[in-house]
């Protein structure tokens, strides 16, 4: 990841409504510990580009989001998107058909 450039997890509640934000830098442990704690189901990777790139998807992003969605498994939690935003503009892989 770049300097130009921020991930974060959100973790929702079954209604789709978000209970925390933790930083990709925190480490996938503490993303394990919070999703367990508040026993939520859903995940969202958000990834903010603060450089004027439009947000379209890197072959990194796609398997950021294949390896989320794998290590999320066993532990009964979907990925429910991965959104890239920048340049004023976002894109959703859910709304691209990408999940």
């Known amino acids: 990841m770049s300097p130009t450039e921020s991930t974060q997890f959100l973790l929702l509640d079954n209604d789709g409504r978000p209970l925390r934000r933790v930083a990709a830098d925190d480490g996938w442990r503490r993303v394990v510990r919070e999703l367990l704690e508040l026993d939520s189901q859903w995940l969202v990777i958000e990834q903010r580009r603060f450089d004027d790139q439009a947000p379209v998807p ?42």
């Open 58 to 99: 890197r072959w990194d992003d796609i398997r950021l989001s294949r390896t989320i969605s794998r290590r999320l498994r066993p532990m009964d939690v979907k990925l429910a998107d991965h959104v890239i935003r920048g340049s004023g503009d976002q894109f959703s892989f859910r709304a691209a058909g990408l999940l």
